[in-house]
């Protein structure tokens, strides 16, 4: 029996066939796999990608695991990784195969309405918002330790099937890393993660925006135009001084 760290060295290059013969068995059974592939060092390329990564790395709590959970997201030993509102649960290719769950709070919802209404007029539309697409102010609001997005330690549970004693394993490092790696292609699946709905961000900017355009111009709204054309009468309107 094998105690914390003292386990059989695997190769990569071993981790990655038993990833790829335990994930076929996987699909075989009919489960959709969604494996994270990283080419090259860099792990995230976006700014929500890059901003989770960000973030895991600049906790004490997790400073010692998380080198050697990039080396495993590297060379590809993570199987399966799924994302669902509040959990993570990931499949790891070690030493032997683990399984991962990583339990995620969700985001208060007062922390949530205070940087809707931070970001009120800051974000112009959807496409703006997921690609990352925004002002400094607007990243440094969205990432700000403690009342922004992005989870601090105390919000995050870990649990991985491996027999290392430490809470945050080197699996669970992979893990927490290949969300990063996936948030490149699915900006979304954040705001699942956090279960908060991110067309709050843009819908309360464009109504805010849309509000200020109406007063700006002065227009009529279209109920007062319908009114005076069904009925025949002219509206009362403020007087200019």
Request: charged share 30%.
């Amino acid at each position: 029996m094998f105690y914390g760290e003292f386990r059989p060295y695997v190769s990569a290059a071993e981790r990655r066939k038993r990833a790829a013969r335990h994930a076929a068995k996987l699909a075989k059974a009919g489960r959709a796999i969604k494996a994270i592939r990283i080419e090259g060092r860099t792990i995230a390329h976006s700014f929500w990608g890059k901003a989770w990564c960000d973030n895991l790395e600049s906790y004490s709590d997790y400073a010692n695991r998380m080198p050697r959970g990039r080396t495993y997201v590297r060379n590809g030993s993570i199987v399966d990784l799924q994302i669902a509102p509040g959990r993570v649960t990931a499949i790891v290719s070690g030493s032997e195969i683990y399984e991962i769950e990583i339990g995620i709070d969700r985001l208060d919802r007062r922390v949530w309405k205070a940087l809707v209404r931070e970001c009120t007029g800051r974000i112009g539309s959807m496409v703006e918002l997921l690609q990352g697409r925004f002002s400094d102010e607007v990243m440094q609001i969205l990432a700000r330790p403690k009342t922004g997005l992005f989870p601090s330690p105390k919000q995050i549970r870990l649990s991985c099937s491996c027999p290392d004693w430490a809470e945050m394993c080197k699996h669970v490092a992979a893990a927490l890393y290949g969300v990063g790696a996936r948030l490149d292609a699915e900006p979304e699946i954040f705001f699942t993660l956090r279960q908060v709905d991110q067309t709050e961000l843009v819908s309360e900017a464009s109504t805010a925006k849309q509000l200020r355009k109406r007063k700006a111009t002065g227009k009529r709204t279209v109920a007062a135009v319908d009114l005076e054309s069904v009925f025949g009468i002219e509206l009362d309107r403020p007087r200019r001084r």
